[in-house]
């Protein structure tokens, strides 16, 4: 079982940015993949970008150009960059990891607790 951390959320403007944290803990391992998804209330969870412990990626659609996902091996962390953000951002944003580079949150076994970011117009 791998145990997931996310923190950096918080209040920010529009136009600004964040670095969100998920710290992995627990059984690691370099076959899994980390995504990051999000949750605006009354909405479904939306997937943003994923992340191989080798480095390779893949991202939604809506979130190239101003996020980005990047990880410390050395660390078990994988980061989110959001840059210029809006206020349609707002969101629990969760990580997760799965066996597959996917986009399927069903693929995802393993989540964290969440971290708010609220974007302020």
């Known amino acids: 079982q791998v145990q997931l951390v996310e923190s950096g959320g918080g209040l920010v403007q529009a136009g600004g940015s964040l670095r969100l944290s998920c710290a992995a803990s627990?059984?690691?391992?370099?076959?899994?993949?980390i995504a990051w998804f999000r949750q605006a209330p009354g909405k479904e969870r939306e997937f943003i970008a994923a992340i191989a412990w080798s480095g390779g990626t893949r991202y939604a659609d809506s979130g190239k150009g101003r996020f980005a996902i990047s990880r410390d091996n050395a660390k078990n962390s994988v980061y989110l960059h959001l840059d210029s953000l809006k206020p349609e951002d707002t969101a629990v944003y969760y990580c997760a990891t799965s066996l597959r580079l996917t986009d399927d949150d069903r693929q995802y076994s393993s989540w964290g607790q969440g971290t708010q970011v609220t974007v302020s117009s």
């Open positions: 627990g059984r690691t391992s370099s076959q899994y993949f």
